[in-house]
């Protein structure tokens, strides 16, 4: 097994010097503007529908690649895509945030205002304002947030999953709106943002957390004070771990402790792991075993993120993650690329190479570079 230090640098070079030279190929529609969703296991384009969450995902991603250094095209790419995703997913530059999906063509399919897709859409703009200092991405972070303040605001705390009041509630959209409000905290130092991280945090300790457990409550009701009697018993061991790194961004933040809460959902989520990967979902009739890449780069960055020495179990856990996704999910003939799904079996049975799937890379390479800076300062 490598070590921990290892197995980072081989994330770390294969993300630089193949995937985001793939996808900085290969991700822009210059025929019709956009990002496309998907590539094919030959790193070629499909063609399809675009959800505007991987829109502003990918300007999240290229910006950041490009802050970084990582890519002498990324900037541009970035910001080609911001521009794409306000003049067409953004009506009124938008006013009332962002549709939810697009045609390849950039025509609005569904205008409906969905609350995961808002959160991916302020993660973009603080992703401009760090990576270009961009005006218009801190007027539309602004016009968004308010937006949702007035029309999505719910009387039991937090906002709807969207403007048509979906059931069940989900936690999912408040996490995701939780690390878009850091990132603009941390962009900005306007502690008005900071003031939202604190709304979603207190939902957290209200509503999405079973202490008795350490597990994570995926879907609620309206009210936020019951499980969902359908689906309230699944869990999704991935979004313990992503709440596990989103706490240790959140600590110095608030100046809170959340150590304990780290600590009990990670322990919770990895007894799930039976064959060393994170299945996507148990407890729940339909689950069967099947595991996405994204679960394994939240238990790389959560298991980082607790570690304090490249000797402890936490860093033998993320560099063991690492190489089991080297010989799994990364083990492709073109460079770059990933087979996204596995069955219960262990079969590969992915269609494509979902585009979604970098932001997800790039946070465990950032995460795990992190680390190793720390470990390394005298």
Known sequence: MSTPLQAIERLSGWFRNDAAPRWARAAWDDAHGGFFEALDFDGKPVRGPRRVRVQSRQVYTFSMIGKRGWHADAESIAAKGFDYLIRRACPEDGARGCVHLLA????????RRDLYDQAFLLLACAARITAAKCDRAAALAERTVAFLDRELASPHGGWRESDRGELPRRQNPHMHLFEAFMALYSATADAAWRDKADIVAGLFDLAFYDAATGALIEYLSDDWKERDPERGQAIEPGHMMEWVWLFGLYEPIAGADRRNIMHALYESAKRHAGDGFLPDAVGVRSASGERRLWPQTEYIKAAFMLSATPDDDFAKDGAAMIDAVFGSYLKQPVAGLWCDQFNGAGAPIAADV?????????????????????????
């Open 354 to 378: 979902p585009a979604s799937i970098l932001y997800h890379l790039f946070e465990a390479v950032a995460e795990t570079e992190r680390y190793a800076r720390k470990i390394k300062e005298p």
């Open 104 to 111: 390849d063509d950039g025509a609005v399919l569904d205008d």
